[in-house]
């Protein structure tokens, strides 16, 4: 048995200042990870969540086809393209309303006042112009990178082959 107390004297601290020591540690460590998070690491986790956004779409649902009592269509679903902008991140409005309004034969005028008239928010797509041409949406598609914040929807347009009678 050991008796000399200088050997002992680690074992001599009351307990309770060690847990308190150790939490303090604990806490000192979230801290700094903390500050380390807002401060030095922000640039890296604001890129990271530029990426990683969620866009909420409305998908219009699909009808079906309606068929007379001779098996003749009535009515069927088309796909109509539409151009969508969503200003939050167009980076340079004046030079992507240029290049649309070659594209779409509008002119940036024009198209300004309607996405300032129909925004609603600035994460929110504004439907720019409705049932575009083939040659539009190949347009579009080909310059897709050099058009930031402009993306095409494919929606469900009714179409009616057979006259009235």
Do not use: C
């Amino acid at each position: 048995m050991n008796t000399n107390p200088d050997e002992n004297h680690f074992f001599s601290i009351p307990k309770k200042y060690l847990y308190f020591g150790l939490t303090g540690l604990l806490f000192l460590l979230l801290v700094w990870r903390l500050f380390y998070l807002q401060i030095y690491a922000t640039k890296k986790y604001y890129l990271q969540s530029q990426k990683n956004h969620i866009r909420e779409v409305v998908l219009e649902p699909l009808r079906g086809i309606i068929y007379d009592r001779d098996g003749r269509v009535l009515v069927d679903d088309h796909p109509a393209y539409s151009v969508y902008v969503t200003p939050y991140e167009i980076r340079h409005l004046p030079r992507l309303l240029n290049r649309l309004g070659a594209i779409l034969k509008m002119s940036p005028p024009e198209m300004r006042a309607y996405i300032k008239r129909r925004q609603n928010g600035r994460f929110r797509p504004v439907r720019l112009k409705r049932q575009i041409s083939f040659k539009e949406v190949s347009l579009l598609e080909e310059n897709k990178l050099t058009l930031p914040g402009v993306g095409l929807w494919i929606e469900p347009k009714r179409f009616y082959p057979s006259p009235a009678r």
